[in-house]
């Protein structure tokens, strides 16, 4: 069964650039998360999808932050414009549905703003 | 709100040695427990989780961890810890409603020494 797959791995950008990241979850997987992990931290929750709505967007920075998941498979989230605070690595998560199930993470796009 | 607390940002041990990761929480309501293991350059994976039931969880890789509701802790234990342990650790917290969300703590090093 193939994993949940990210893209890019890395990307080094420039303050005020645009940047997007791409996820593809686990085939069926009704839930999909973006988290973001600052060096030294554990990953924080910045949106959830169950199917193509969001159910959880509440530590999203909207005013620059933006996801979207349509048709309710694959998601890509933006930022724009880039500020240094958003060099992390950005986790992309599925799980089957919504509850205690697992999430399956995939490798993570380590951006860095310079 | 819920929190969860590493108090060990590091913890060294020798091959074969046993091993206890800390992991305290705080929440209002009741909650599902988890620890997921981030191997170098690679995403988070499930080691384990406590839904209900016997509070001492057994896992993947010989890992267990124990649910202790008096004192809002879930530490995480190996009776003999390998090389191929080395990695970073991560306790996580959960709602029993509708939110699910997972609120993670800030992560402990595992550096397992020959």
């Known amino acids: 069964e193939a994993g949940v797959a990210q893209s890019p791995r890395y990307k080094i950008i420039e303050k005020r650039q645009s940047v997007a990241f791409w996820c593809n979850p686990i085939?069926?997987?009704?839930?999909l998360y973006w988290y973001q992990q600052i060096l030294g931290q554990g990953p924080k929750l910045l949106i959830q999808?169950?199917?193509?709505?969001?159910?959880?967007d509440s530590q999203l920075p909207k005013d620059r932050f933006s996801a979207e998941r349509l048709k309710g498979v694959d998601s890509t989230l933006k930022i724009q414009p880039a500020k240094l605070e958003d060099s992390a690595v950005y986790l992309c998560?599925?799980?089957?549905?919504?509850?205690?199930?697992?999430?399956?993470f995939g490798p993570g796009t380590r951006l860095l703003v310079l | 709100a819920q929190s969860v607390t590493q108090l060990d940002s590091q913890v060294p041990v020798f091959e074969e040695a046993p091993v206890e990761l800390r992991c305290n929480y705080s929440s209002s309501v009741s909650v599902y427990l988890f620890w997921y293991v981030q191997y170098p350059n690679q995403g988070l994976q499930l080691l384990l989780k406590y839904l209900s039931g016997s509070t001492l969880v057994k896992g993947i890789n010989g890992f267990e961890a124990e649910f202790n509701k008096s004192q809002t802790s879930f530490h995480l234990r190996k009776p003999s810890v390998h090389i191929s342990d080395t990695a970073e650790y991560f306790c996580?917290?959960?709602?029993?409603?509708?939110?699910?969300?997972?609120?993670f703590g800030s992560g402990t090093r595992l550096l397992v020494r020959p």
């Open positions: 998560a599925s799980s089957l549905d919504r509850g205690p199930e697992t999430q399956y």
């Open positions: 999808f169950q199917n193509n709505g969001v159910v959880d």
């Open positions: 085939s069926g997987h009704a839930t």
């Open positions: 996580a917290v959960s709602r029993m409603d509708s939110s699910y969300k997972l609120i």
